[in-house]
Nanobody, 130 residues
Framework: VQLQASGGGLVQAGGSLRLSCVVS???????IGWFRQASGKEREGVSC????????HYAESAKGRFTISRDNAKKSVYLQMNSLKPEDTAVYSC?????????????????????????WGKGTLVTVSS
């Protein structure tokens, strides 16, 4: 399984971007997560969608602003990002999660931060200017 993120770019604060993650190989058994890493900071989970697409999870920083969706027929997962803030600036990557977004659920602190992640994709840079 290979993943490739795209759609990043430079946007002003308050603007929107839509990231895409295209999956090569079978994605039906994987949750797909979006993660980001800002310069000098640890990687953090942003959002995750279950293999069926029925369940979604969001980090607190993303709730109300970001929307994750997937189209298994197109082997793609999307992250619509609205009301972007300078603190959203980071490299965004998608990943295939065998554990169906376990690390995004309440009480997941006891798990390693990459628990269930089997494949990582190359990231796309999002820069939000103030």
């Amino acid at each position: 399984v290979q993943l490739q993120a795209s759609g990043g770019g430079l946007v002003q604060a308050g603007g929107s971007l839509r990231l895409s993650c295209v999956v090569s190989g079978s994605m039906d058994m994987y949750g797909i997560g979006w993660f980001r890493q800002a310069s000098g900071k640890e990687r953090e989970g942003v959002s995750c969608i279950s293999s069926s697409g029925e369940t979604t999870h969001y980090a607190e920083s993303a709730k109300g602003r970001f929307t994750i969706s997937r189209d298994n027929a197109k082997k793609s997962v999307y992250l619509q990002m609205n009301s972007l803030k300078p603190e959203d600036t980071a490299v965004y990557s998608c990943a295939a999660d065998r554990a169906e977004c376990m690390i995004f659920r309440p009480g997941a602190d006891r798990f390693p931060k990459d628990y269930g992640i089997e494949f990582w994709g190359k990231g796309t840079l999002v820069t939000v200017s103030s």
